[in-house]
């Protein structure tokens, strides 16, 4: 249950409300783009991690706090985006300041730089973070970006008006069928790769258990990376499990 929403007064922009008619070869689609999530950030997004004092316009010092910087890459085969990020933590909202460049895009070689805000919610279990699109300013837990498009800034699905390719697939035909037993592949062939958590206390995740229902469906096989992880992690679970066992014998 949600009982507080940070307000963030929406910036002068074209209206998103229309929705231009576009044909087929036109359409956008999610499989086309780079999906950004405050996950990839990794842990503790917005602990401080320093101190320190700056300069106010009246001449006086006032305490500033250093936020978290790193980088990583959003993978989207055969092309990979590298983001470089330092977090914002004196202006309200807070705000993540970008810079990213496409490695297989000559027009982004330069790179691109972009601040995103961040919004907040009070929530039952705590306090749950998302992204306010830059365009709309409307609270949302992924930000896209157009691969290959070098005028593409992250923004909200709504806002760039990207499809999902599945949801115009007519399984009544046979066609159709074959198509949409192809976008699940691919689906999965994108998601799976890199699994973020395999066990979760002596148990498979949810996650985990899901992805492997979906190759069993369509009777495709794991990747060898993916089954070499999955052994690893099968041996340190017994290890661990029999280190208990010992401990209860004791």
């Known amino acids: 249950m949600i009982v507080e929403t940070q307000q963030l007064a929406p910036e002068v922009l074209p ?23 405050l996950r990839d950030f990794g842990k503790e997004l917005l602990k401080p991690q320093g101190e320190g004092y700056g300069n106010c316009p009246h001449g006086e010092q006032s305490k500033s706090l250093t936020g978290k910087k790193g980088s990583f890459i959003l993978e989207k085969y055969p092309r990979e985006l590298k983001i470089s990020y330092a977090v914002n933590l004196n202006t309200n909202p807070d705000e993540i300041e970008l810079f990213f460049v496409e490695k297989d895009n000559s027009d982004l070689d330069r790179g691109t730089s972009q601040t995103i805000k961040l919004a907040y919610q009070e929530v039952t279990f705590g306090t749950m973070w998302r992204f306010y699109c830059p365009h709309c300013s409307k609270p949302c837990n992924i ?26 697939i007519n399984k009544n035909t046979l066609q159709g069928q074959y198509f949409y037993i192809f976008n699940r592949m691919f689906a999965i062939a994108d998601k799976c790769p890199k699994p973020k958590r395999i066990f979760y206390r002596n148990a498979l995740t949810k996650g985990y258990r899901r992805m492997t229902d979906q190759y069993d ?34």
Not at 15 to 37: A, H, N, V, Y
Not at 143 to 168: P, Q, T, V
Not at 222 to 248: D, F, H, M, S, W
Request: glycine share 2%; aromatic share 10%; charged share 30%.
């Open 15 to 37: 209206s998103t409300e229309e929705k231009p008619r576009r044909s087929m070869s036109e359409r956008i689609f999610t499989q086309d783009t780079f999906r950004l999530r």
């Open 143 to 168: 930000m896209f970006l157009i691969a290959g498009k070098s005028s593409s800034r992250f923004a909200c699905r709504k806002c760039l008006h990207i499809d999902y390719e599945i949801s115009f």
């Open 217 to 250: 469906k369509y009777s495709l096989r794991l990747p060898e990376g993916l089954r070499r992880v999955i052994e690893i992690e099968l041996a340190l679970e017994y290890v661990k499990y029999q280190n208990t066992q010992n401990l209860q014998v004791i």
